[in-house]
């Protein structure tokens, strides 16, 4: 067993103990424990767990790849998932807690004295929350495969083991102390690679400081590691790294859209949002949305330097050096078929250069059970070779996940970062379950199905459902649909179209009816899942002024607002306790005594 | 409930108020520098970094942040202020 693996096998093993012993001490025995931690999270605590709760394995694993590969258009990402933070902590999160029950669509349907209201924010919250638990199973899977060499498929079944023991038991008690150590986890494991690569190329140990600083050693010391980007990215005819609309026919509106679905997106997404009522007072509602996005921006504002630092070491070690000199990292990852090269011009050095060195994923060449091997020791490829100048083939995701090894850091570290991949993947699945479990078992089964059942029957069925729920998301995990991937602008675009618009007129008209509430979620819903489904699926054009499905989110949103005020015009005004608890919910005094129902 | 409606009426405008400011700061840093005026301000140099792309990638996030603890701080202040702290 190598070192890596050793160390790989010895974090993974601690963080997941770990876990598991939080689990236990924090099982519970009534709903109010079970579906918002008995509203006694401290808010910097909380703000960790909405940090681990929000950092999925794609924040954690492949953002910084993303941003490497993009350099300034990645801009888009960090901002839409950090801004919408600002809109929950202002425009929901406070009088959400104030409202003090257990769900969103229990504000919904409350707010809007209609179950049919709360049966299409329960659908909206199982289905925006399913899209994106199935992407964290899988990333379970390949974090196992990759660094335990373990099969995919084992790794799903013990993530989702994992996952069932403390969100089981603990509901989102034991779910909210595990995300605190899982956000430990993975920051540590983030940062600590991060601060040494800063240090290695630019002498200073801090990233957010380090990328604007210039190079210590090599053929560029003394400039600007920014600026150095640009003259290689110049002189290989790459975008320049920190160039902002390269191409003369951006559309603006596009890019505003895309950022603001994101945004509000983010704002409207349930298991981010029921974070917030597991607080005491409606001030700590306030102050652990301010803890939560510090916690995250630790990770976003060194994400934008770990790209810009990845990309500078990748093409020193690798652009127009010989194949036979390749550092360990590059055969280490060739190995799972992550890094490729083909000799296209047959002078041994490998040219990285702009577009794609070949078509799709690589695909070796195998003869009985081995890789032919090309004149420099190269494994050959099978596909479709294009025609650019471009040989070399890097998948965005081990940018981060090579980083301690290009960085030549100890194994203990390189360990350490697939425990933090696992710990971002299993923390965003157990608050998206939760969400789900939640919506079904206290929103569809306790007010709408069953209305008399008994504190015991309502946490047996939150307990089932989240079992049921975590059953199918593995199933996905383990038989991923090809549509995955295509699938989470649809988590975006839905919550930003259907719960913010709805969740925000709430609170901030009184006026604001039950008819004209489901009519605009459902106006938001319909419009943006038939575009999204039109272009990404049937290949219809964007034909709503050239916006992509990444940014029609916003559309549906504006529709929805459109929609439900109109409607609001011509029906009868809510009847007057639903105004009072309008007015109620702006005020924060008297929401230390949660309501119980 | 012992506060008039008077009084609620002005605390609401009050949040309001603070809302639109926090929000227009919000917008500023996260669309107009980092996107609308992104090219121009990258012919400035703060340091290393171009500054329309320094606000897109580092700045705006850091504002987000400090914005959020100022609204806390302001709420709380506007709370005691119309006696509807809780305590």
Known sequence: MSAILGWTYFWVGLTFAVYIYIAWRSRVSDTKGFYVAGMGVPPIANGMATGADWMSAASFISMAGLISFLGYPGTYYLLGWTGGYVLLALLLAPYLRKFGKYTVPDFVGDRYYS???????????????????????RGVGIVFSRFLEVDINTGVII????????????????????????????ILAYLIPAWAISYKITGVPIPQIGFGSTITVGAYAGKHLLDTLNVIAHDFGFIEYTKAFASTNVNMLNVFCIMFALMVGTAGLPHVIIRFFTVPKVRDARLSAGWALFFIALLY???????????????????????????????????????????????????????????????????????????????????KITDNKNELYIDRDIMVLASPEIGGLPAWVVGLVAAG????????????????????????????????????????????????????????????????AQVVAFAFGLAAASLFPIILLGIFSTRVTREAAICGMLAGILFTAIYIINAKFLGGANWFLGITPEGIGTVGMVLNFIVTGVVTQFTKAPPKEIQELVEMVRIPKGAGAAIDH | MAESTKDMKAYWHRNLQIQFWLLLIWFIMGYVLSIFLVVPLNSIKMGGFPLGFWFAQQGAIYVFVVEIFVYCKLMRNLDREFNVDEG
């Open chain 1, 301 to 383: 504002t060194t994400a934008p330097a770990v790209a810009a630092f990845a990309r500078y070491n990748m093409i020193e070690t690798l652009n127009d050096k010989p194949y036979a000199n390749v550092p360990a990292w590059y055969l280490n990852w060739q190995k799972p078929g992550l890094t490729a090269w083909v000799d296209k011009n047959g002078d041994g050095k490998i040219q990285y250069r702009p577009g794609a060195a070949f078509a799709g994923r690589p695909k070796w060449k195998m003869k009985d059970g081995k890789h032919e091997l090309g004149k420099y020791g190269e494994p050959l490829l099978a596909n």
């Open chain 1, 115 to 137: 179950q049919s209201a709360r049966m299409v924010a329960a659908a909206c919250t199982v289905f925006i929350s399913f899209t994106y638990v199935c992407g964290q199973m």
């Open chain 1, 159 to 186: 993530g989702m083991c994992i996952v069932f023991i403390y969100a089981g038991l603990g509901g989102m008690k034991g779910i909210t102390w595990t995300q605190v150590a899982q956000y430990c986890t993975l």
């Open chain 1, 421 to 484: 991949g696992l710990a971002a993947a299993l923390s965003t699945a157990a608050g998206l379950l939760l969400a789900v479990g939640s919506a079904v078992s206290h929103d569809l089964y306790y007010r709408v199905i069953n209305k008399t059942a008994t504190e015991k029957q309502r946490l047996l069925v939150a307990r089932i459902m989240i079992g049921v729920a975590i059953a199918c998301a593995g199933w996905f995990g383990i038989y991923p649909p090809a549509f995955v």
